[in-house]
């Protein structure tokens, strides 16, 4: 079964960087699509990202779009979303997914992993 781990969450100021990283195992990696969610306090999860199996596509929300960048590297089976310009407002639980198509739609993604917390704070 497809297994996704997140890492590279934790603190930074507004205006820093991070780098968030999501590790696949347990099928091949090019058969599915890789999307990032958050979930802010009292908020419903939201797309924030997502690349297609072969890496050709992208699509960002709104509200990140200009600021973050969505990759993937086959050889070590990672997606990456690297975040700069961070705000506030960005503050969540940040998920990777899985699924058959890319899209910022909670339905249209199958697997998912357990979360890493982003605070963007002074």
């Known amino acids: 079964q497809l297994q996704l781990v997140e890492s590279g969450g934790g603190l930074v100021q507004p205006g820093g960087s991070l780098r968030l990283s999501c590790a696949v195992s347990?099928?091949?990696?090019?058969?599915?699509?890789i999307s990032w969610f958050r979930q802010a306090p009292g908020e419903e999860r939201e797309g924030v990202s997502t690349?297609?199996?072969?890496?050709?596509?992208?699509i960002y929300a709104p509200s990140v779009k200009g600021r973050f960048t969505i990759s993937r590297e086959k050889v070590n089976k990672t997606v990456y979303l690297q975040m700069n310009s961070l705000k506030p407002e960005d503050t969540a639980v940040y998920y990777c997914?899985?699924?058959?198509?890319?899209?910022?739609?909670?339905?249209?993604?199958?697997?998912w992993g357990q979360g890493t917390q982003v605070t963007v704070s002074s």
């Open positions: 347990g099928f091949p990696m090019n058969y599915y699509a």
């Open positions: 690349i297609s199996a072969t890496g050709n596509s992208t």
């Open positions: 997914a899985a699924g058959l198509t890319p899209s910022l739609l909670r339905i249209q993604n199958d697997y």
